[in-house]
């Protein structure tokens, strides 16, 4: 399974944390993961939402990490989720 890391980043000073925690339960179940987390800081806002909707059409899940309710980006992923059929992990 491919399980893509959906939350909060700039609203979270542990963020790292969370997405690192969930990113070693699933690797280490044999899963692959796309951690937004990891990707290069400082990058336009549009730029990251271009590089994490193209990844997350291409999962199999989505993994809420953290509260999500301050995360615009994680609610259009949500949005792209349900309208592509990809399943929430809850």
């Known amino acids: ?10 609203h979270d000073d542990n ?16 899963d692959k993961v796309f951690n937004p987390s990891l990707l290069p ?6 730029t990251y939402i271009k590089l994490c909707l193209a990844e997350l059409v291409t999962c199999d899940f989505i993994c809420y990490v953290n509260d ?10 949500r949005i ?4 592509c059929g990809i399943e ?3």
């Open 80 to 83: 792209v989720a349900a309208a």
């Open 1 to 10: 399974m491919k399980i893509f890391l959906s939350g909060s980043i700039s």
């Open 68 to 77: 999500v309710t301050t995360s615009k980006g994680s609610f259009i992923e």
């Open 41 to 46: 800081p400082n990058l336009p806002y549009t």
């Open 15 to 30: 963020y790292q944390e969370h997405f690192g925690i969930a990113s070693y339960r699933f690797t280490q179940a044999g």
């Open 88 to 90: 929430e992990i809850v």
